[in-house]
């Protein structure tokens, strides 16, 4: 595995000069040829790959993106070229940047909630012409700035450009949940489906409470992508509608007056009575006992 902890270390990979300590905009098609292989990213990586390779399919459907795919790396992932070992003449520009550079600046703040650095490189950005043509202005004004002389605006514009793209970029993933809205409807199906079998089987006894990583990974999409494609389709977290979903099962369990607080709590998977208590009374709105003498 490589491991890609400079700035430096990705350009002299792909035979490219370092022009800046911190941020670099590597034009991949001038690179030696590579071979495949996993690697490591310590730092920032939007890279655009060009295959020009027709039609992408996604699910059932085809999606004519033919200018480019776009993929999002966050410091400390892991990614892999296949098939390792393979010589391979890379395609498209990278843009990397340490999140050294964004100490101070009001990026560094919001880039967290930029999800799609956690994405799956199967949950890439396809982008259209109008969109690829804003994205590589963007790229163009970074490495300007990047190859003026260093001076005390540098940073500032810099980071202006940057963090513009990055709303571009959340734009368009918008506005692609929105271009796979059927496939998106059949995943949230699935979803529901799965958390029912859960909640109302016996998994929750067994295994305790399920994680939205646990419904992810059955989903096969990453955490990330899967939270945000659920935020989009319910205007709720994934936690929120799975706790939401808890609640409906917990509401019927406490009306058994034959079983204590503290024996349905842990029927539910939860390993204290006093976290379903308070998760309770937070969702309903009283506890669950009070809830039970309501209604009995």
């Known amino acids: 595995m490589i491991i890609y902890d400079s700035i430096k270390k990705y350009c002299q990979t792909f035979n ?49 993106y033919e200018e480019g795919t776009i993929v999002f790396f966050g410091p400390g992932q892991i990614g892999a070229s296949e098939p390792e070992g393979e010589w391979h003449q890379p395609y498209g520009k990278a843009l990397i940047f340490h999140p050294d550079l964004l100490h101070g600046t009001h990026l ?24 690829r043509a804003l994205i590589d202005l963007c790229f163009a004004n970074v490495e300007t700035e990047i190859k003026q002389n260093i001076d005390k605006h540098s ?22 949940f929105i271009t796979r809205e059927v496939v998106h409807h059949d995943l949230l199906a699935q979803f529901e489906n799965r958390l029912n079998a859960y909640i109302f089987g016996e998994k929750l006894g067994i295994d305790g409470l399920p994680s939205v990583a646990y419904f992810a990974e059955k989903l ?23 706790h939401l979903k808890l609640m409906e099962a917990a509401k019927t369990k406490v009306l058994d007056t034959s079983k204590s607080i503290s024996e349905i709590a842990y029927e539910l998977g939860f390993k204290y009575p006093q976290h379903f208590t308070r998760l309770f009374k937070q969702k309903v709105g009283v506890s669950p006992l009070e809830y039970r003498m309501g209604m009995n």
């Open 108 to 131: 560094a703040k919001q880039i967290h909630e930029y999800s799609f650095f956690g994405y799956d490189s199967y949950e890439a950005l396809h982008v259209s012409e109008k969109e």
């Open 220 to 242: 096969n999409v990453s955490a990330n992508y899967f939270g945000d494609l659920i935020k989009k389709e319910t205007g709720k977290t994934a936690l929120e509608f799975i």
């Open 16 to 64: 490219h000069p370092m022009l800046h300590p911190l941020i670099g905009l590597v034009d991949l098609d001038k690179s030696d040829l590579i071979q495949r292989c996993k690697f490591r990213i310590d730092f920032y990586a939007i890279i655009i790959k060009d295959s020009r390779c027709g039609d992408l399919r996604y699910g059932l459907k085809y999606y004519d």
């Open 155 to 176: 940073k500032q514009i810099i980071v202006a450009n940057l963090e513009l793209l990055l709303k571009y970029c959340s734009r368009f993933y918008d506005r692609q």
